[in-house]
């Protein structure tokens, strides 16, 4: 099995996939005028993210999203250590976590609903965690303006954490048009987890009113974001979206000219918020160059480390039970 590029196309969006990661490596939207742009950060082609040079651009991170505190958890009476790679925790996986390995593509449709279905199966004891999982991806077009991700996993012989999330990067305006800072976001949350210095949830669930966190109202990202030290890189709960469908209302994000719109609803009960701190000089798709701040990621997640946090909504998932998780991307004018 290789890795390659798949394409779905409906006439108005376009949207380039590899089966490396089961990524989304390119996403063609119009403006207001017609106009397309590439709005998700990448590389043209697979071998740079075969070559580790991705900080997770457009990936599904797994077997559990985020990060765990020290690589370490238990579970029904057994220890596990994860790989610690991003230190003094484990991060998105480990090693080589979902974002880093072939899936098999099980269904492929390029016709008036297109779509495409990345499977993968992780062995017990890859990366250190418990058990067999079968998971699967599928990415589709429901309708001329929208894309949607249907992931489901399935333990097939011991209780396992799972937590799978996207991990797209996004600038509205276009991937190679500088920072997203005159971006304007509101999150339909008005709480998140507070972090330590590593980073790890304390466990509080605090509100964000009065804070520079608060997004409950639509406001530019930059307005607040030098109160902190490099960035938004924060787990809100998503607690006050309108529901539709099964599906949560979890963020509005505007292009700086207002033309781009992207609204995300999901299933899950958080979002990572991070607005790309520690992107460096990575050089993407048409040698454009990727600094800090070049876009912005809503990763709907369980929430991090919940695995040692027991006042979190657990992850864990019982053999023969089915973790599914869904995020809808509507785009607008």
């Given at each position: 099995?290789?890795?390659?590029?798949?394409?779905?196309?409906?006439?108005?969006?376009?949207?380039?996939?590899?089966?490396?990661?089961?990524?989304?490596?390119?996403?063609?939207?119009?403006?207001?005028?017609?106009?397309?742009?590439?709005?998700?950060?990448?590389?043209?082609?697979v071998e740079p993210y075969q070559k580790g040079l991705s900080p997770y651009f457009g990936c599904i991170v797994g077997r559990v999203a985020n990060r765990i505190k020290d690589g370490k958890f238990?579970?029904?009476?057994?220890?596990?250590?994860?790989?610690?790679?991003?230190?003094?925790?484990?991060?998105?996986?480990?090693?080589?976590?979902?974002?880093?390995?072939?899936?098999?593509?099980?269904e492929y449709n390029n016709n008036m609903f297109p779509s495409i279905t990345f499977e993968y199966q992780s062995k017990d004891g890859e990366e250190g965690y418990p058990g067999d999982l079968s998971?699967?991806?599928?990415?589709?077009?429901?309708?001329?303006?929208?894309?949607?991700?249907?992931?489901?996993?399935?333990?097939?012989?011991?209780?396992?954490?799972?937590?799978?999330?996207?991990h797209t990067y996004w600038n509205l305006a276009g991937h190679n048009s500088g920072n997203i800072l005159d971006h304007s976001i509101q999150i339909l949350a008005s709480h998140l987890t507070p972090?330590?210095?590593?980073?790890?949830?304390?466990?509080?669930?605090?509100?964000?009113?009065?804070?520079?966190?608060?997004?409950?109202?639509?406001?530019?990202?930059?307005?607040?974001?030098?109160?902190?030290?490099?960035?938004?890189?924060?787990?809100?709960?998503?607690?006050?979206?309108?529901?539709?469908?099964?599906?949560?209302?979890?963020?509005?994000?505007?292009?700086?000219?207002?033309?781009?719109?992207?609204?995300?609803?999901?299933?899950?009960?958080?979002?990572?918020?991070?607005?790309?701190?520690?992107?460096?000089?990575?050089?993407?798709?048409?040698?454009?160059?990727?600094?800090?701040?070049?876009?912005?990621?809503?990763?709907?997640?369980?929430?991090?480390?919940?695995?040692?946090?027991?006042?979190?909504?657990?992850?864990?998932?019982?053999?023969?039970?089915?973790?599914?998780?869904?995020?809808?991307?509507?785009?607008?004018?």
């Amino acid at each position: 099995m290789a890795a390659e590029l798949y394409e779905l196309h409906n006439g108005t969006i376009t949207v380039k996939l590899t089966n490396f990661g089961a990524t989304i490596t390119s996403l063609l939207v119009p403006d207001a005028n017609g106009k397309l742009a590439d709005v998700v950060l990448g590389f043209d082609t697979v071998e740079p993210y075969q070559k580790g040079l991705s900080p997770y651009f457009g990936c599904i991170v797994g077997r559990v999203a985020n990060r765990i505190k020290d690589g370490k958890f238990a579970l029904n009476g057994a220890d596990y250590s994860l790989y610690i790679n991003n230190p003094p925790n484990s991060l998105h996986g480990g090693k080589i976590g979902f974002d880093k390995v072939l899936w098999e593509v099980t269904e492929y449709n390029n016709n008036m609903f297109p779509s495409i279905t990345f499977e993968y199966q992780s062995k017990d004891g890859e990366e250190g965690y418990p058990g067999d999982l079968s998971v699967t991806a599928k990415y589709s077009l429901p309708s001329s303006t929208s894309l949607k991700l249907e992931m489901e996993a399935v333990p097939l012989n011991k209780a396992t954490p799972v937590n799978l999330a996207q991990h797209t990067y996004w600038n509205l305006a276009g991937h190679n048009s500088g920072n997203i800072l005159d971006h304007s976001i509101q999150i339909l949350a008005s709480h998140l987890t507070p972090v330590d210095k590593n980073l790890i949830p304390t466990g509080e669930i605090m509100p964000v009113s009065g804070t520079c966190f608060d997004f409950t109202t639509e406001k530019k990202i930059g307005s607040r974001i030098h109160e902190l030290q490099v960035g938004y890189d924060h787990n809100y709960v998503l607690d006050c979206g309108e529901e539709r469908s099964g599906l949560k209302h979890a963020a509005k994000v505007k292009d700086p000219s207002g033309s781009r719109v992207l609204d995300l609803w999901t299933d899950a009960s958080g979002m990572q918020f991070y607005t790309g701190n520690y992107v460096d000089g990575v050089v993407g798709k048409g040698g454009a160059v990727y600094g800090k701040h070049a876009a912005l990621c809503l990763e709907t997640q369980g929430f991090p480390n919940a695995i040692n946090q027991p006042n979190f909504p657990s992850v864990v998932v019982q053999p023969g039970e089915k973790y599914r998780h869904t995020m809808l991307f509507e785009f607008s004018t």
